[in-house]
């Protein structure tokens, strides 16, 4: 080992962090990072040239996209980790509906005389967030096994959990709002709090996918799945943490939407399963598996949000801007298939 | 506990998928510090073997001995905590992961254990995956590349590396010189020798017979998933083996292109 025990010496190994495939890696990172400020220049120019005013300098209109961004993004972190194991899940949004409206029912102040549970008012915040967080979990665990033990795609299994988390939704009031929340559950969507779950959240399992045995597994399962088998990885048990995991996080956005919004609606979330994933992949994480990282969703959703408020800010009507999210969408997907390709032509 | 200095044994070990019979009353003997081969035609049931008495499958019937006991392989976890290892056909490694995370892929180094969110210990891993890279002569340019960017010899090496590393009973190599050059099989036979002279028992899956005879003591040949025949390697010669692999009596030509 002439040559390469000099460089591996050379190069000690104080980086750890390229756990997932070095260079490349941290490059799509900086590449989403170019692309994040090239967007917000763009936007910076259009806005003076339209509007006559600035786009990025407006503490107010900053503090929004990174609200707005930060919801999301609690349930993008999520997405990330189920589409490094190669996965994908289509049931957050629902999840982000089911929770609002169970946790709101166990937030509703005693003043209110229609509660959903007259008894079960002024409850200390900490129950309505644990059973907001039990749906999430609920809901992901049964994702994960039906994905592990059945072996169903979870495209399939997660669309199943789309459709029936939304039908609860609607079936838990029947269609009516929940609103009236305690001052300290509504506490949790007041002010720049959504901000700090978002980036305490994403620090957290930024950790867990670069430096525990979690992400390791996380990234081996996505990258072959049979190879991390052999190895003696749990393969089952791990996808079935992945997604309760991912669950829990949907189920923490809807707990913060309903309390932002002070109400919760059937509605909530609608299509935020889709916003979620286009971060993912805008942020760098292969829809193929393998590869990705929170890092990468981070800057992913901060793009994303630029996107949506800069047509907002060019005051483009609301039926361009879905249309946009879905090219938005589809151009990052393509943008993955040519990574792919790349790759696959490169060996 | 008498085990008369057999590491493995096998009876009657049979495997169907669905109405395959791709194993069937396989009665196989290993004894310690012992190097055989298993050849046989494409499809004779040779992976499918090396599958069962890993722990990857589950035998339709029939039973495994390991150093003298009975055993269950309910996976692959089972049988390496036996300290046994295997290089299998299809390369198991994770192509977006580094040398030392496929080295240690589902045996990670940790500082201090916190079930699943115990915080790798790179360090130890990268120190050590390099021991095992050097102690076996593989020689890769730099360990933090992802599988990905590697060569099939490359990648072949890691595996058997990582296989000859952890092994300290057992160590099934099923075809592990099929995709490579010249001078990485030399390689890959090296470390094989270098397995002898330590006296960890060997099984190894080939179709090169030029290969088999410089390397094992015995060979063990697999017709249609059924046990042909076991060889002494000093004792026969291609011919013999081949009229076993074949289920030809007739010698075959002396410089067939089999051999
Ligand atoms: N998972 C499976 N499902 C169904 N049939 C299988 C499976 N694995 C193997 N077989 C069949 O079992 C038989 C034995 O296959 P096996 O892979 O053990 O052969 P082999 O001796 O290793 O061949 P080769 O030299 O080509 O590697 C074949 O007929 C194969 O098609
Ligand atoms: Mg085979």
Same mark, same amino acid.
């Given at each position: ?12 190994? *104080? ?20 692309? @994040? ?18 786009? @990025? !300098? ?61 008894? $079960? ?28 033990? /059945? ?43 959504p901000v700090f779950i978002f980036l305490a959240i994403a620090l957290l399992f930024h950790v867990a996918l670069k430096y525990t045995v979690y992400g390791k597994h996380t990234y081996a399962i996505g990258s072959n799945e049979s190879a991390a088998r052999v190895s003696g990885i749990s393969v089952e048990r791990h996808l079935i943490m992945v997604y309760a995991i991912a669950g829990m996080l949907a189920s923490l956005a809807g707990i913060v939407i309903a309390a932002r919004g002070l109400t919760a609606q059937a509605g909530m979330g609608t ?11 805008? %942020? ?31 005051? $483009? ?13 589809? *151009? +990052? ?15 | 506990? +008498? ?24 009665? !196989? /003997? ?55 290892? *295997? ?27 916190? %079930? ?19 102690? /076996? ?28 590393? !952890? ?13 490579? %050059? ?19 028992? $060997? ?5 090169n017979l030029r290969q088999v005879f410089n390397l094992v003591d015995k060979i063990w040949v697999f017709r249609r998933g059924r046990i042909a025949g076991m060889l002494e390697a000093d004792k026969t010669d291609g011919n013999e083996v081949v009229s076993l692999i074949t289920g030809v009596k007739t010698g075959v030509h002396e410089n067939a292109s089999y051999i």
């Open positions: 080992m002439t040559e390469g025990t000099v460089t591996n010496q050379a190069e000690p190994v *104080a980086a750890p962090a390229t756990v997932e495939g070095g260079k490349r890696q941290r490059s799509h990172e900086l590449n989403a990072l170019m692309g @994040l400020v090239g967007i917000a220049l763009i936007f910076e120019i259009l806005g003076w040239v339209f509007q006559g005013q600035s786009f @990025l !300098f407006n503490a107010q209109r900053l503090s929004i996209i990174i609200l707005q961004v930060a919801v999301v993004g609690i349930i993008a972190i999520g997405v990330t980790q189920v589409i490094i194991t190669g996965g994908i899940d289509l049931s957050s949004g629902s999840i982000v509906g089911l929770t609002a409206m169970v946790a709101m029912s166990f937030a509703q102040v005693s003043t209110y005389p229609r509660a959903v549970y007259p008894n $079960l008012t002024d409850l200390p915040v900490i129950i309505p967030v644990l059973i907001g967080l039990g749906v999430g979990l609920g809901a992901g665990l049964i994702n994960g096994a039906l994905i592990a033990y /059945t072996r169903i795609p979870p495209f399939i299994a997660t669309l199943g959990m789309m459709v029936t988390a939304r039908g609860a939704a609607k079936w838990y009031t029947r269609g009516q709002p929940v609103s009236f929340p305690t001052d300290s559950f509504a506490a949790i969507g007041q002010g720049m709090t299509m935020y399963e889709l916003q979620a994933i286009a971060m993912a992949v805008i %942020g760098g994480v292969s829809l193929s598996g393998g590869r990705g990282s929170i890092v990468g969703t981070v800057i992913g959703a901060a793009i994303f949000g630029v996107i949506i408020s800069g047509f907002t800010f060019l005051r $483009l009507s609301a039926y361009y801007q879905e249309m946009i999210m879905g090219a938005i969408i589809v *151009a +990052a997907v393509v943008a993955d298939v040519y990574r792919q390709r790349y790759r696959t032509s490169a060996r | 506990m +008498a085990n008369d200095g057999i590491v493995l044994k096998t009876e009657g070990l049979t495997k169907y998928y669905g109405g395959v019979h791709a194993l069937e009353d396989a009665d !196989f /003997t290993l004894h310690e510090g012992e190097h055989v081969a298993i050849v046989g035609d494409n499809g004779a049931g040779k992976s499918t073997f090396v599958r069962q008495i890993t722990g990857v499958e589950q035998p339709t019937a029939g039973k495994i001995f390991f150093g003298g006991k009975e055993v269950a392989f309910n996976s692959p976890i089972d049988a390496r905590d036996f300290g046994i290892e *295997a290089v299998f056909q299809n390369l198991a490694l994770a192509d977006d992961l580094d040398v030392p995370s496929n080295i240690f892929l589902g045996r990670e180094e940790t500082y201090f254990n916190l %079930g699943p969110f115990s915080f790798l210990n790179e360090k130890k891993m990268y120190k050590n995956s390099m021991e095992a890279l050097e102690r /076996t002569g593989v020689k890769i340019p730099n360990l933090r590349n992802s599988i990905a960017n590697m060569s099939g010899g490359q990648r072949q090496c890691v595996a058997i590396s990582r296989a000859a590393s !952890f092994a300290s009973k057992l160590i099934i190599m099923d075809e592990p010189t099929a995709a490579l %050059g010249v001078q990485e099989t030399t390689q890959v036979e090296n470390i094989i020798r270098g397995l002898k002279k330590q006296g960890i028992p $060997l099984i190894l899956v080939s179709h």
